[in-house]
């Protein structure tokens, strides 16, 4: 039923300047109903939580990153920079009673398959963020390697605040997953 398997990863090389890992990490939250209303009840009260808000599906990313500082005759450069990325994707999951009319069980795939969609749509922002962040440190120039840690660190920040609102963004422009078919209860 999950969009994906309960652990994948990927690496995306970047040659001798590192890559990009990321290791993704489906869970989901149990919930029981017998009826739309049910169901949704159980989602507003198991559901993750962000920001003080309950949602129905949620994608948390940790963010790491290494590297090795080489001193050159111009100041510090970076190598072997390695960019680690763990998702947590959050779904409910529901296992229909015996006797559950047809109707709501498609009703409930319907809503899955969109809800599995957009949070798709945060793990794609979140690896692009991390290349972002690669491809970010490989330009990164000091004039001491002492300096460079908090360079990097900067610009590693100003990287992560420009896709959280990009993923604000995406939530904003779809609703939090609304206008791609994440609803419930479904529309009739």
């Known amino acids: 039923m999950a969009a994906w398997p309960a652990q994948a990863q990927n690496s ?3 040659g001798a300047t590192g890559y990009v890992r990321s290791d993704v990490r489906v869970q989901y939250y ?7 209303g049910d169901l949704l ?3 507003l009260r198991g559901g993750p939580e962000w920001q ?6 949620l994608t948390n990313t940790e963010v790491r990153y290494s590297y090795t500082r080489i001193p050159t005759t111009t100041g510090c450069d970076l190598t072997d920079i390695e960019v680690h990325l763990d998702i947590t994707i959050t779904l409910p999951r529901w296992q229909p009673f015996s006797g559950t009319p047809y109707a709501l069980e498609r009703a409930w795939h319907q809503f899955d398959r969109a809800l599995q969609h957009h949070e798709a749509g945060h793990q794609r ?4 963020e991390g290349e972002m962040i690669r491809r970010t440190l490989v330009g990164v120039r000091t004039p001491t390697c002492e300096a460079m840690d908090a360079e990097a660190q ?3 920040e ?31």
């Open 125 to 128: 922002l979140a690896e692009e």
């Open 12 to 14: 995306y090389p970047g």
């Open 52 to 57: 003080g808000q309950r949602y129905f599906g």
């Open 158 to 188: 100003r990287v992560r605040a420009t896709y959280n609102n990009l993923h604000r963004g995406y939530d904003s422009r779809t609703e939090h997953g609304r206008s791609q078919g994440a609803i419930w209860p479904m529309p009739e």
């Open 154 to 156: 900067q610009q590693v």
């Open 41 to 43: 009840q159980a989602m």
């Open 30 to 36: 149990d919930i029981q109903g017998r009826s739309a």
